[in-house]
């Protein structure tokens, strides 16, 4: 398994934002995105500022995805 922010992205759409809007609201670094971007893990703390700044539950924001092979063995 592995953690998705494709939630956080379409929430961002929705609302009109960019990556950029968030970061400055939300006081991120460029890394924490560029991290994101790439699928990469950020701490809890980051995704309750996130959810904080969005007025938005932590579902709004992180997925958890089966990775491919482990989907052949359910």
């Known amino acids: 398994m592995h953690i998705s922010y494709q939630p956080l992205w379409n929430t961002l ?3 009109g934002m960019r990556k ?3 970061r400055l609201a939300a006081g ?3 890394n924490i995105i ?3 971007g790439k699928g ?3 701490s809890m703390k980051t995704l ?3 959810c904080e700044t969005l ?3 932590i579902l709004d924001v992180i997925e958890l995805e089966v990775d ?3 989907q052949s063995k359910e």
Do not use: F, V
Request: aromatic letters at 0%.
């Open 48 to 50: 309750l500022r996130i």
């Open 20 to 22: 950029e809007d968030l």
């Open 34 to 36: 560029a991290n994101m």
């Open 68 to 70: 491919g092979a482990n």
């Open 55 to 57: 007025h938005c539950g």
């Open 13 to 15: 759409k929705e609302r």
């Open 28 to 30: 991120l670094t460029t």
């Open 40 to 42: 990469e893990h950020i």
